[in-house]
């Protein structure tokens, strides 16, 4: 990876905090609270809690990505700003599978333009919101890549390795779109045979890791920090 593209992350990231820290406190009602709420429960208890009680109609990802911000500081503000600097990063990296996929067709600086672009985009002042649309643009982009290396060479493990990567991302826009037409229902949703799914899980994530493109097993540790 060039120097030049980490260069672009992290000027990204640095430009989208900034305007991130015009933003005083959330305001989408009620979607940044809850999103808050369920990182917050899995900081201390390790599990998706809203006000104590176990909540199984969100996504697992973003809150997973955010919690990091609560276990570092028990101050509510710089817990926020801590939030927002994980969202600035998160956004950002999404120029690396946009400069591996504007590499297929331009050379070097046009691709490192067009990531630029990829991170230029105005609806990236959302990295300022508790929202899940700063992991699900990376992560849209990073299946967009996949899906090109496996029609490249569609060996069984670039395969497998795109289906994966499909399913997380329609799961969570699953999730997204129940929430927004059925906010009330109950949802007591468990894992089946969790001592079971659990290594399994892991196991089958390794072997799909393991089996990218050398290009997407350097994208995607990148973009999970």
Known sequence: MSTALVMAVAVSAVVRFAFAQRIAAPWIVVDELIYSELARSVADEGRLLIRGEPSYGYGVVYPLLISPAYVLFDSLPAAYDALRAI???LVSLAAVPAYFLARRV???GLALFASLLAVSVPSLLYAGEVMTENAFYPLFL????????T?????PGRQLALLGLWVVLL???T????RRKEPTRHRPFRTPLVWFVAPATIIGCLFLFFNLPTEAMLV??????
């Open 106 to 108: 331009l050379p070097r």
């Open 87 to 89: 969202n600035s990063l």
């Open 151 to 155: 029609l490249e060479r569609p060996t």
């Open 175 to 178: 999730s997204f779109l129940l």
């Open 171 to 173: 799961l969570g826009l």
């Open 220 to 225: 995607l540790p990148i973009w999970g920090l």
């Open 142 to 149: 990073c299946v967009v890549l996949m899906l090109l290396a």
